[in-house]
């Protein structure tokens, strides 16, 4: 038998050998919050309801070259899009939620998406996004009739694994997000490495049953989780979002034998009061990465099962994802494990130069063998010279700041200095300050990291405001303001209003200056704290 080649041949193959078995498990929280029906959705159930939607969009010219955007959050709708889609030779577009109206315009102009499939509450607004940026497509529920594609029909293909399977946007250190072009063998890699990589998260062949807050508008999702229990015919349980008081409930429930889990989570449940129920659950490991090196092995006394902390980015996908996998683990050092042989990896220092051992320095990362970017993103959209200097030299340059010890096991140290990471979300400082510095009241704006003892990073606003007098209440209507502009999680947490500016020779924010006085007047209490403000838009 030829080895399937795309998601939606892999996902066909699955569900006609195991067709009986559960591959959607909703829960009744989820079903509540969403609106759906709960229970378990069995691979044969799913794939009609794929073959239906692929019908549907065939009979409109959907094919290769297309995009669907796809703003549906953690819904079984969303996975059956894709598998239809894909089975056309269409790429999908997910969109997080939480992105507002600027946002939107960006990624409808920049992906030149063909159709949208969004949330009911949400259509208008997308439908408004859609005319600003110049591309009047069909916005439409999936309750509603397929509409045909913006911009005339296309073939349709069976596809490959160079096609392109999804563009999934990711910030980075530029202004506006990067849109990585994923294809068919990213997703298709990233499922048989959690297959296939074994100790302490080996997954067996039958009757795993795996739970994930986490969305699927991101790679962990999307191409880690779903496509790891679609190549062992396992289940996978996804909530709408982390619930921590209900979050060992769901555990329960949803029988699940492995978890996904982001820093935050240990932390958030780690503040819980002891129980007696603390270890009912069958979980046999979690794999995740951030966790406070403080709570790692506290944690894992107190639940039972251990934390495998992973390194990954969208880019890289599970081409040069690195994992703590094997004992000894070193537990409570940041310790992320050493690459296997299949990924090459270097840490230099600034001026390029191969780092000494226990020395902080740059990863690089690429595949061994003939296909350095096997598994990889093929390139940012649009953006060659983004994509050539990631590139550089042959290596994928990571931007994250790693040490190597005399074991040869990687520990993580931190991050590119003017992105803010917050609960799993990468946040642009650029992005941020282009926004802020629209508001009439700021004359300059400067943007970057603090620490936040749940949320990893908080976003935290240097203001040099245009009239003196500047207080809280101007605070408060600034945060309000990047509400309606922007996405809740990068709206600033703290606003100190400043008379200048750490700067560059040439007008630049100093990055490294700009971290250093942010601690400093956070120091001194010259931040207002405006975090409670910050919530989900519905």
Known sequence: MTAATTVYARFRETALRSSEAGFLNVLPETADIYGIAAGEISYRAMLERV???????????????????????NRPVFI???????????SVVPINPDLRMSELEYIIAHSEMNAAFVLAERRAEVETAARQAGRAIAVVTDTDDVPAPFGGALAATAGDGETECALLYTSGTTGQPKGCVLTNTYFL?????????GGLCGLKAEGERMITPLPLFHMNAMAVSLMAMLSVGGSLTMLDRFHPRSWWRSVRESRA????????????????????????????????????????????ERFGFPLIEAWAMTETGSGGVIAANVEPRKIGTSCFGRPAAEVDIRIVDESGNDAPVDVPGELLVRRAGADPRYGFFREYLKNPQ????????????TGDIVSRDADGDLHFVDRKKNVIRRSGENIAAVEVESVLNRHPAIRQAAVAATPDSVRGDE????????????????????VRWSLEQMAYYKAPGWICFVESLPLTATEKIQRGGLKDHVAKLMGEGAFFDLRELKRRQV
């Open 51 to 73: 073959e239906r939607w692929r019908s549907a969009f065939a009979s409109r010219g959907y094919g290769e070259g297309h995009r669907v955007g796809l703003l549906l959050q």
């Open 80 to 90: 059956e899009l894709w598998f239809a889609l894909n089975a056309l030779g269409v």
């Open 189 to 197: 890699h990233s499922g048989n490495w959690y297959r296939d990589v």
């Open 257 to 300: 034998t492995c978890l996904h889990y982001l820093g935050v989570m240990p932390s958030m449940l780690m503040s819980a009061p002891a129980s007696e129920q603390d270890r009912a659950h069958a979980v046999r490991f979690g794999f995740g990465a951030g966790v406070d090196k403080l709570l790692h092995a506290p944690f894992e």
């Open 386 to 397: 983004a994509t050539n200097e990631a590139w550089d030299g042959g290596w994928l340059h």
């Open 459 to 478: 976003v935290a606003a240097v203001i040099i405001a245009e009239q003196a007098g500047a207080d809280r209440l101007l605070a408060e209507d600034i």
